[in-house]
């Protein structure tokens, strides 16, 4: 088998390589690219990558992820998450290989009550969300895809929300954080995991993943904040109202109730473990890279 990970210097695609490195996949049968060696709007170019490397099965990572820079550049956004998802999706029906992509919990309005299944009817309401969307469309025209619509992503390998709340304790000893957006915290090490089950299956199809569990933001930020030992910070619960006028940011548009039903991962793979033992297990991991850094 041979491995595509586009968006390798994302903090997915850095954590599939090392999901399949750890299952004993070899070096040469992965081929992890950022779009410095090759860029995903350039069909050219990804048909030459694609074709000379002949992979089973891709995981596309690579797509625009600034949700908030993304309302003012939508044409950039759309080559990028679109057109980009279409360039993939023909070069891997080309060569035959299964086609993995990452959605979004962004592609639905937040209105619902309940919990979101895979079957609810999408409206995104930011450019982000609607070009994630479309990205879904393009690829489900690869009968052999598999399409995951994750959340609240955090991992080793680039920005995310622990670390901001982690470096932010540092200088504050108060924070405003947003508490009427519901969803659940994913960490890539599990995360990788379950695509890399996926991508050894035929159970295609669209999947809702993320950790089992949800929380509000300023949940998430407590737990951060509890499970690091840091009890001298108040963590202040407000609405998304109240952080826009207090910060005086402008934002795109954030689904208020982004729960995603896991029933069909359940019944078709398995769950993976609570946010909340995924965060100690990152806390150890970002503990054992700052030892690292140290001795070099």
Not at 221 to 242: C, H, M, Q, R, W
Request: hydrophobic letters at 35%; one cysteine or more.
């Amino acid at each position: 088998m041979k491995y595509l990970i586009t968006g390798y210097k994302g903090q997915l695609g850095f954590d599939i390589k090392r999901e399949l490195l750890k299952r004993g996949v070899s070096e040469e049968d992965i081929l992890a690219v950022d779009k410095d060696e090759m860029d995903i709007t350039k069909k050219d170019e990804v048909d030459k990558v694609v074709k000379s490397f002949n992979p089973n099965v891709i995981f596309h990572c690579a797509a625009w992820t600034a949700v908030d820079k993304a309302e003012d550049m939508k044409d950039i956004v759309y080559d990028i998450n679109v057109n980009g998802a279409k360039n993939m999706t023909d070069a891997a029906i080309d060569v035959d290989a299964t086609i993995l992509y990452m959605s979004t919990d962004y592609v639905f309005d937040g209105t619902k009550k309940e919990l979101y299944t895979e079957e609810d009817k999408v409206n995104p309401k930011s450019v982000y969300g609607e070009t994630k969307y479309l990205g879904e469309e393009e690829v489900r025209r690869n009968p052999k895809h598999y399409i995951t619509r994750i959340s609240w992503v955090f991992g080793i390998n680039g920005h995310n929300f622990v670390k901001t709340m982690l470096k932010l304790s540092e200088k504050h000893k108060e924070l405003n954080v947003v508490n009427d957006q519901i969803g659940s915290p994913t960490y890539t090490v599990d995360l990788a995991k379950i695509l890399v089950d996926m991508a050894n299956t035929d159970k295609y199809g669209t999947y809702n993943v993320t950790n089992n569990g949800y929380c509000s933001w300023d949940e998430f930020a407590n737990y951060i904040f509890e499970s690091n030992g840091i009890n001298d910070i108040l963590v202040n619960g407000v609405t998304t109202e109240e952080y826009l006028k207090i910060s005086g940011i402008k934002q795109a548009y954030r689904p208020r109730n982004s729960c995603l039903d896991k029933s069909k991962l359940e019944e078709n793979f398995e769950l993976l473990p609570s946010w909340k033992d995924a965060i100690n297990r990152y806390n150890k991991e970002l503990e054992e890279q700052k030892q690292l850094v140290k001795k070099i």
